[in-house]
C-alpha cells in the first residue's frame, strides 16, 4: 500500500480519483490548490503525487518545479493531470519534472495503472553493480547520485533511469521505444517527444558529458563516451540534434 496525494480542485474528480485509488488498496489524502500541496509534502511527505496542472494560487507546472528543486523531492514520483491534450502542455509537464501524464478524461483503470507502475519504478532495487564511472561521470546506483567532474547534479527520477541505462551500454543504439520501456514501463503515456524531452533536461544537467549523449536520426539515442572526453566543443552539434529530435 502507498500513501498518494490527489492535488485536484475539482471534488468530483477529486472523489473519483480516490475512490479508484483507494478500491486498489493505496490511502490518498487530498490538496485543492497548489499552496496546500506543497505544505502537505513537505510536513508529510507521500509516496506519489497525483498533480492536476490548472490549479488555483499556484499550479501544477510551478508546484512541480519547486519539488524538483529541493533535493528531498527531486525523485519523488509525479503524475500529471489535466484537460489540456495539445502536445506542448505534455512537453511543459514534462520539462517541469513529472515522470508521466494523464489527459482528462481518464479512464479510472489507467490512471490506476499509472500510478502503480511509477510505485514499482521508484520501489525497484538497485542493481548488483553499484556504481557506473567514466573520467568525470560517476553514476551511484545504491543512492542515485550522479557527479559531473565533481559535482553532484539534481534528475529527476526519468532522468536518472534514462543516463543510467545509456551509460551502462555505451555505443549501443537504443529506440525511442526501448527508452520508454526502460524508464517508464509499458503502461506509461506513450508520445514521440517524450523521450526526447528526457534527453534535453539530461543534457542541460550534465556539462560537457552532454555531447555523450548522441542523436541517432529516425531511430533513438546512444551513449558514446569518448565524446565528452575528446577535449572538442560538440555544442552545436548537440543544438542541431535537439532541433531535428
Not at 114 to 126: D, E, G, Y
Request: glycine share 6%.
Amino acid at each position: 500500500m502507498a500513501r498518494i496525494l490527489c492535488v485536484e480542485d475539482d471534488r468530483d474528480i477529486a472523489d473519483l480519483i480516490c475512490y479508484n485509488l483507494e478500491r486498489a488498496g493505496h490511502e490518498c489524502d487530498r490538496a485543492e490548490d497548489g499552496w496546500s500541496a506543497l505544505e502537505m509534502i513537505r510536513s508529510n511527505p507521500p509516496d506519489l503525487v497525483v498533480l492536476d496542472v490548472m490549479l488555483p494560487r499556484i499550479n501544477g507546472v510551478q508546484v512541480c518545479r519547486q519539488l524538483r528543486g529541493e533535493e528531498t523531492f527531486r525523485k519523488l514520483p509525479i503524475l500529471m493531470l489535466t484537460a489540456r491534450t495539445e502536445e506542448d502542455d505534455v512537453v511543459q509537464g514534462l520539462e517541469a519534472g513529472a515522470d508521466d501524464y494523464v489527459s482528462k478524461p481518464f479512464s479510472p483503470r489507467e490512471l490506476s495503472a499509472r500510478v502503480n507502475s511509477l510505485l514499482r519504478r521508484s520501489a525497484t532495487a538497485p542493481d548488483s553493480s553499484q556504481t557506473v564511472n567514466y573520467p568525470g561521470l560517476e553514476i551511484d546506483i545504491a543512492s542515485h547520485d550522479v557527479v559531473v567532474d565533481g559535482e553532484v547534479v539534481k534528475l529527476t527520477l526519468s532522468e536518472y533511469r534514462l543516463l543510467l541505462h545509456l551509460a551502462r551500454n555505451p555505443d549501443r543504439v537504443f529506440s525511442r521505444s526501448d527508452l520508454l520501456d526502460r524508464i517508464a514501463g509499458r503502461d506509461a503515456y506513450i508520445i514521440d517527444r517524450n523521450v526526447d524531452v528526457h534527453v534535453r533536461g539530461v543534457r542541460k544537467k550534465i556539462g560537457r558529458w552532454a555531447a555523450a549523449i548522441v542523436t541517432v536520426r529516425g531511430v533513438g539515442y546512444k551513449f558514446t563516451p569518448s565524446r565528452a572526453t575528446d577535449g572538442l566543443d560538440h555544442s552545436d552539434e548537440l543544438d542541431d540534434e535537439d532541433a531535428d529530435a
